[in-house]
Every structure is written in C-alpha cells, then in structure tokens.
C-alpha cells in the first residue's frame, strides 16, 4: 500500500500531482506546472541510469516535449510504495501506458522510482528513474 504518516502523504500527493499535470495539461502549460515539484539539481535516468536530463528546467519539459510528440491513450500507475526517512523520500510505482507516436502505437509498462527531498518545508523531486519492463 504505501508509506504513512503525515510525510509520507505529502510525499503522495507531489507524486499524484506530477502524473496528473503531465497526463491531464496542455503541454504548453506541463513544464510551468511541474516547477514547483523539482528540485533546481533534479535528474531523471533512463533504463541504464545515464541521465536523460539536468535540473529543473530540462527535467520538467522533458515531459511536456513527450507530451507534444505522442498522443496518450491510457495510462495508469500503482499506488506508491513510499519511504520516509528525515528530509529524503523514496517513492515506487509501476505505470503501463498506451500511446501513438510517429503514427505508432506503442504500450509499455515498467517502474517509476523517486527521490523527493524536503526543501523549506516543502517535498521537491530530485531524481527520477523510469525503467520499463
């Protein structure tokens, strides 16, 4: 089910609130959006852990830019398994996704991993692994 605790349900609902920026905005709005979330150091790796993107800015666009270049027909995540321990968050969850892309349809399914740190109060991604299945 999920971490619990005060912390661990803050951490929850960062994580929801990214996946439903990116799934339900415009994606001319995504990155804006997404700001608020990620740390200015934030990283996200793909399946082999090399860096996809650097900081804040090339971390929240890269999912407006998948936005722009695929059209989402599903996409659902487990509930995340969340581990709190003093101002560092782990958060885990499986995603399967359907999409076109190139006029192909592509469905995938894997694991999310996040690190969300607590800065001034408030939880902010600072590492992201998607690695699909």
Avoid at 24 to 52: C, H, N, T, W
Avoid at 89 to 113: F, H, P, R
Avoid at 117 to 130: D, E, I, P, Q, Y
Wanted: hydrophobic share 40%; aromatic share 10%.
């Amino acid at each position: 089910m999920g971490g619990s605790g005060k912390e661990a349900e803050a951490v929850r609902t960062v994580f929801e609130r990214i996946n439903e920026v990116w799934l339900q905005e415009d994606p001319d709005r995504i990155a804006r959006d997404l700001e608020e979330y990620f740390d200015d150091q934030a990283v996200i790796v793909g399946s082999s852990f090399a860096p996809m993107s650097h900081g804040k800015a090339e971390s929240v666009a890269s999912y407006a830019d998948f936005k722009r270049q695929a059209k989402v027909h599903s996409c659902s995540f487990s509930d995340p398994t969340i581990h709190v321990a003093g101002d560092t968050a782990i958060a885990t969850s499986t995603w399967q996704i359907a999409y076109t892309m190139d006029d192909k349809l592509c469905e995938e399914s894997g694991n999310d991993v996040y690190v969300f740190a607590l800065r001034s109060g408030t939880w902010r991604a600072v590492w992201r692994a998607m690695l699909p299945h």
